[in-house]
């Protein structure tokens, strides 16, 4: 047995084995892992273009929105102007007195 | 040089540990195949899986699992019982093993992308998974020659 041993061919077996088996697995999944990989991108891409496409409704509604509070931010500035200028009756100081008078309690006609 | 050598004769010497750590690995694998399939697609493992694949065994329910315990036991035994050809055959099917599970790092390396698709540098593959080389090499080494050293020592 010692004679079996000490001689090469289990070396050699297991260098065979080893190296075979190696180049075997390797040769397999190097066409395996490709394939699996481009359905894989396929996969994401497609999930990517679902995803971009809510995205860009998301935004046009998000804009309508925005352009509709612009237009009334806008109103509401015209509206708070024109009844600011009613009530302070273009009296520089009414800002601190609520339009009521002057800083020196005058009264504004 | 004569560190070079100091370590390749350490290896040779307790080349049972590498076999006793492949064992301890694939016993650990096992049931986290069986708890989940998706563990397949780690990239060590889905390199024994193709491996499996070639012999059309990757239909059977728990094959791998079943496969990487019958391996660890059957080593583990080699490793207790005396050298010899029939003792030796033992180590044969983690031997594979192990070669598979390096082969799958290498597939990694070569196409640019974990098993999962996770695309990486190959330098970053290389340095995650060269260590199952490293273990297939040891391993390798420790079956060419564990059988004679341990029966000289």
């Known amino acids: ?109 | 040089m004569k560190l070079l050598r100091a370590a390749i004769d350490a290896l040779l010497s307790h080349g049972h540990v590498v076999i006793w750590i492949a064992a301890a690995l694939h016993f650990i694998w096992a049931p986290l195949l069986l708890l989940d399939d998706k563990a397949a697609m780690i990239t060590s493992i889905h390199g024994f899986v193709s491996f499996v694949e070639i012999f059309g065994l990757h239909l059977v329910p728990g094959i791998h699992a079943l496969i990487l315990v019958v391996a660890s036991f059957l080593s583990l035994e080699a490793l207790r019982r005396p050298p010899s050809i029939k003792n030796w055959l033992l180590v044969v099917p983690q031997q594979v093993i192990v070669m598979t599970t390096a082969a799958g790092g290498w597939v990694a390396i070569m196409t640019g992308h974990y098993a999962d698709g996770y695309p990486a540098p190959r330098a970053f593959i290389a340095a995650d998974q060269i260590i199952f080389t490293l273990v297939g090499l040891a391993h390798t080494l420790a079956v060419m020659f564990g059988g004679s050293r341990r029966k000289d020592a």
Not at chain 1, 42 to 58: G, I, M, N, P
Not at chain 1, 61 to 75: G, I, P, S, T, Y
């Open chain 1, 1 to 109: 047995m010692r004679e079996v041993l000490a001689s090469w061919s289990i070396p050699l077996a297991a260098i065979i084995i080893a190296a075979g088996s190696f180049v075997v697995t390797v040769r397999m999944s190097v066409t395996k892992a490709d394939l699996e990989y481009a359905v894989q991108i396929d996969e994401r891409v497609q999930e990517l273009e679902t995803k971009l496409a809510a995205c860009e409704a998301e935004r046009a509604a998000v804009e309508r929105k925005n352009l509709q509070l612009m237009e009334r931010l806008f109103q509401l500035d015209k509206q708070s102007r024109t009844e600011w200028k009613e009530i302070s009756h273009d009296d520089p100081y009414a800002v601190f007195t609520g339009g009521r008078g002057n800083l020196r309690g005058a009264p504004v006609p």
